[in-house]
């Protein structure tokens, strides 16, 4: 999403048949816990045309002398519980009043590995483009849409285009999206946005979206989820408003298999980024990582992000 803020709509309603038209201005944007959660709290604050996507995420191979491998000894992997210090930790050496929220779920063994601050609210920011697209096809009752729809679903996924995003956004009732999807998915607290207009303010949590793309992989018919899976894992590095979207998961966790929907953006004084996804062979890890920091910090949030969200390394490896 383009920046200063979230999914500003200016609607002109025009009664004649039944037409409408919304004009959007869209700027930048139970279950049982297995290891133990950390749950903390930051410092207070007073605060385009899709691209054609690579077939395979990128992978990079560590770099290694012969020299380091033989007289270098490994660090153990942190303890899950562990990892969810780490994550914040790092995320504050670059932005120290940021604010965190994340989860790592594994689907093969279906327990939680680590998680922080997993129930705290945050702007979903372009997050939110999945909730519209499940929705899109859960009211069609998971039968694959026109062509025409698809490319919508898959180009506003995969290139996080605004524009796309906010005609469903319309055609599907603002709000009523994000409602219909809590009582689909059992979401705990997800909530629309204040102002219908603005998508991006929609309020999610880290255990909200594990939820989700739980959901997505396990209880979504086929073709309805391999059409979506699809767009995810093509996402664009170079978003349909420009932005490089692969901060979080893809540059902090390169050398793994990944399907993801990003979120960017500002929303009132705070500046929002959210990296969420499907990681591992056979999908098997859940990774939702959010974070909001004053606005002034809008430039360097994305990287704090990605440091925070390489932590997870040792979590997601096999």
């Given at each position: 999403?383009?920046?200063?803020?979230?999914?500003?709509?200016?609607?002109?309603?025009?009664?004649t048949?039944?037409?409408?038209?919304?004009?959007?201005?869209v700027?930048?944007?139970?279950?049982?816990?297995?290891g133990v959660?950390v749950v903390?709290t930051?410092?207070t604050?007073t605060?385009?045309?899709?691209t054609?996507?690579a077939?395979t995420?990128?992978?990079?191979?560590p770099?290694?002398?012969p020299?380091?491998?033989?007289?270098?000894?490994?660090?153990?992997d942190p303890?899950?519980?562990e990892?969810?210090r780490?994550?914040?930790q790092?995320?504050?050496?670059?932005?120290s009043s940021?604010k965190v929220?994340?989860?790592?779920?594994?689907r093969?063994?279906?327990?939680?590995?680590?998680?922080?601050?997993?129930?705290?609210?945050f702007?979903s920011?372009?997050?939110?483009?999945?909730?519209?697209a499940?929705?899109?096809?859960?009211?069609?009752h998971w039968?694959?849409?026109?062509?025409a729809?698809?490319n919508?679903?898959?180009?506003m996924?995969?290139?996080?285009d605004?524009?796309?995003?906010s005609?469903?956004?319309?055609?599907?009732?603002?709000?009523?999206?994000v409602?219909?999807?809590?009582k689909?998915?059992?979401?705990?607290?997800t909530k629309?946005?204040?102002d219908?207009?603005?998508?991006?303010d929609?309020?999610?949590?880290a255990?909200?979206?594990?939820?989700?793309?739980r959901?997505?992989?396990?209880q979504?018919?086929?073709s309805?989820?391999d059409?979506?899976?699809?767009?995810?894992?093509?996402?664009s590095?170079?978003?349909?408003?420009g932005t490089?979207?692969?901060?979080?998961?893809?540059?902090?966790?390169p050398s793994?298999?990944?399907?993801?929907?990003?979120?960017?953006?500002?929303?009132?004084?705070?500046?929002?980024y959210n990296?969420?996804?499907?990681?591992?062979?056979?999908?098997?890890?859940?990774?939702?990582?959010l974070?909001s920091a004053?606005?002034a910090?809008?430039r360097?949030?994305?990287?704090?992000?990605?440091?925070?969200?390489?932590?997870?390394?040792?979590?997601?490896?096999?």
């Amino acid at each position: 999403m383009k920046r200063a803020t979230a999914g500003l709509a200016v609607l002109t309603a025009v009664i004649t048949g039944a037409a409408v038209m919304a004009v959007f201005t869209v700027t930048k944007e139970s279950r049982e816990v297995v290891g133990v959660a950390v749950v903390t709290t930051s410092p207070t604050d007073t605060t385009a045309p899709p691209t054609v996507p690579a077939t395979t995420p990128p992978t990079v191979a560590p770099t290694e002398t012969p020299a380091e491998s033989a007289s270098t000894p490994s660090s153990p992997d942190p303890k899950p519980e562990e990892v969810a210090r780490l994550v914040q930790q790092a995320v504050q050496q670059k932005v120290s009043s940021a604010k965190v929220g994340m989860e790592v779920y594994d689907r093969r063994d279906g327990k939680v590995l680590t998680s922080l601050n997993s129930g705290q609210s945050f702007a979903s920011m372009s997050v939110v483009k999945l909730l519209i697209a499940i929705d899109v096809l859960a009211r069609g009752h998971w039968a694959l849409p026109d062509s025409a729809t698809q490319n919508q679903i898959t180009r506003m996924l995969s290139t996080s285009d605004d524009d796309l995003a906010s005609a469903l956004w319309v055609d599907g009732g603002f709000g009523s999206i994000v409602t219909r999807d809590v009582k689909l998915m059992g979401l705990s607290a997800t909530k629309p946005p204040d102002d219908p207009g603005r998508w991006g303010d929609t309020q999610i949590t880290a255990q909200d979206m594990v939820t989700v793309y739980r959901y997505l992989m396990d209880q979504v018919p086929s073709s309805a989820r391999d059409l979506l899976y699809n767009a995810l894992y093509h996402a664009s590095r170079t978003a349909a408003d420009g932005t490089d979207q692969f901060f979080g998961i893809p540059d902090g966790l390169p050398s793994t298999t990944w399907a993801i929907k990003q979120g960017w953006g500002s929303s009132g004084s705070s500046a929002c980024y959210n990296t969420t996804g499907l990681l591992g062979k056979d999908s098997r890890y859940v990774v939702i990582v959010l974070t909001s920091a004053p606005e002034a910090y809008y430039r360097s949030l994305d990287d704090a992000l990605t440091a925070g969200t390489a932590q997870l390394a040792s979590l997601v490896a096999a």
